[in-house]
């Protein structure tokens, strides 16, 4: 068995996870104060976003030195604590490696900014007049991909924002310290890796897009798989668990960024299941999600990536999107029993599956209906241009609250006390009101609650190598308001279903006739089968 089929991954937002000293920041005192939890959840590992210092114009994903821990989050003997607590309770530490850009605040970027040819050479700069970048593209976060540096009479790529610096990973030195700084944290006990945006590391060619805002000529890009065998094998991190973050990626890639063959990632992350409520492929718009585009992407990417022996790393939830409860279950009366289906249907799929912060309590969206309240770099852009593009005030806070990052952001519910036992002070963000009644304390006290069901699912996926490593093959395909897979190993087969809608909705064939026949009802969220799905129902049957 591959050592990560039946590995469960809980990514960390350490800012917003457990503040420790009053500063209204999360720390990583705070993550060791909170490890038996995690423990008792039955995770194998943390993934942390970006610990490393930095200006935080985009929370750490703007890194300015990666060899260390910023002192806001705490220091390295902090760090070496949290690594030796962790491994004492079976649980591993993955690092967010950040390499397709650096913080301009980063040394390197400075020397380069001072002239300094070497240094130049770790970025993309180049000539031009001030009035026209070198190509048309956008960046991610809104505005030109590109920065003028009158003092160098050059332009320097930022794909996302004028902060992050995009490395030239052309030039072999750049390579030569990202793998540095593998190493690195390996040696200090480390146990994994997820790399940032790490398809879009090798540019093409820099030529004007007049179809789109510039991806296509850097995504997957030419030498990327050249690029990632040669860090991966370089720095002796082969073996390890490692993840890494596909943007607008293709199936085929997938497969050779995570085909053992091939010795370049265990697994991708892609987001096109989390696009069907873009209404035309734009993020900042409004549309209830489009079950039959999501059903199609699962079964396209589940089955495909099967085929070709690649991993998905099965996801709903992470720090750039919003609450999966809010956006594709209900807040309100099914609450508990769309986010325990929502739960399955992802712990069930083909994939190691990853728990982000919250998820596993259900926690939702913020709701902030006022700009002042979000922190998000991104967030802040895109009301600025949704107003310049016309939309009034109250178009766009509809817009922002429905899609801000920072809803996932916000901190992590512990308890129902004040500050919901997350800091004594101000938290960095605001805390979602509703922390009264969705909080850890409350759900780890009910064993029927979204928490106990979590802890299930884990469980389940120790006990029975079919979750690890059987089959899948999706159903009722025409169904739009259920998605339904099977799964196969050996003579062990096991049915899923799960229904989207708050209304009831009907299978081909009934749960009752399935159990007449032989199958039994593994896991659920509502009490014994019925002849149809109960709204928001998921039913797991075993054979
Ligand atoms: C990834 C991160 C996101 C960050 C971006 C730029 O998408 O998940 O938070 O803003 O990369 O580093
Ligand atoms: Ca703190």
Redesign the pocket.
Known sequence: MTSFHDKVVYQIYPKSFQDTNGDGWGDLKGITARLDYLADLGVDYLWLTPIFPSPQR??G?DVADYRTVDPRFGTMADLDTLIAEADKRGIGLMFDM?F??TSTAHDWFQKALSGDEKYMNYYIFRDGAPETPPTNWQSKFGGPAWEYVPKLKKWYLHL?DVT?ADLNWENPEVRAELKDILRFWKEKGIKGFRF??VNLISKGEYRDDFEGDGRRFYTDGPRVHEFLKEIVHDSGIDGMITVG?M?STTIDNCIRYSNPKEHELSMTFSFHHLKVDYKNGDKWSLMAPDMHALKEIFAKWQEGMEEGNGWNAVFWC???QPRIVSRFGDTGKYWRESAKMLAAAIHLMRGTPYIYQGEEIGMTNADFTDIRAYRDV?SINYHDILRKNGKSEEETMKIITACS?DNSRTPMQWTAGEKAGFTTGTPWLGLNKNHETINAEQESADGNSILSFYKELIRLRKEMPLIAEGTIHFLERENDDVLAYERQLGEERLLVFCNFRPQEADLQESPLTYEKNGWQKLLGNYPECRANLRPYEVVVLKK
């Open positions: 985009d929370n994903y950040v397709n850009h996302f992050q940032d945006v973050e943007s992470n720090h750039d991104e990052r």
